[in-house]
């Protein structure tokens, strides 16, 4: 009987352990965070015939600088999301992807190259997850500037 109970408190021990882990990794997942955004450019590979290869026949890389409002629509929309370990087959580059400047410095979001909604954080190597009317939002924003999907393939 002695043994019984021996058992079932390291039971009810571990299980209130795993649970407790559980909920701080819920809870405590790295997350985006921006301290006043000032200003933001996005930049991606240029494929011909839309833009001509540079003299040494390689694509441009074209960078933006972007408005206050276009600023603060990718900030909107990549605040608070849930950055995640993950390994996706879509493949990102720092040549398409926007970043965002705040007081702490650059923050370099690349862009899944297949036009996913998947964005790399490029500090951490974590992603995030777009919805499709994020994603169309951010694919909107490039397209003004002549980048549109398959970025760079």
Do not use: W
């Not at 040549?95 to 370099?108: E, I, K, M």
């Amino acid at each position: 009987m002695r043994d019984f109970i021996v058992h079932h408190k390291t039971l009810v021990i571990i299980t209130c352990v795993l649970i407790l882990i559980s909920i701080f990794a819920v809870i405590f997942r790295p997350r985006v965070h921006f301290h006043d955004v000032s200003s933001g450019d996005l930049s991606f590979s240029a494929l011909p015939p839309q833009f001509p290869l540079n003299k040494n026949g390689h694509q441009q890389i074209i960078k933006k600088q972007l408005s206050a409002k276009e600023v603060s629509q990718l900030a909107t929309i990549v605040s608070g999301k849930t950055l995640r370990r993950d390994d996706p087959s879509c493949g990102f580059s720092a040549n398409t992807a926007f970043t965002l400047y705040d007081a702490h410095g650059a923050h370099v979001f690349c862009i899944a190259q297949d036009g996913d909604g998947i964005l790399k954080d490029e500090s951490t190597g974590l992603y995030l997850y777009l919805s499709d009317k994020e994603t169309e939002e951010v694919t909107t924003l490039f397209s003004r500037y002549g980048g549109k999907p398959p970025y760079g393939i």
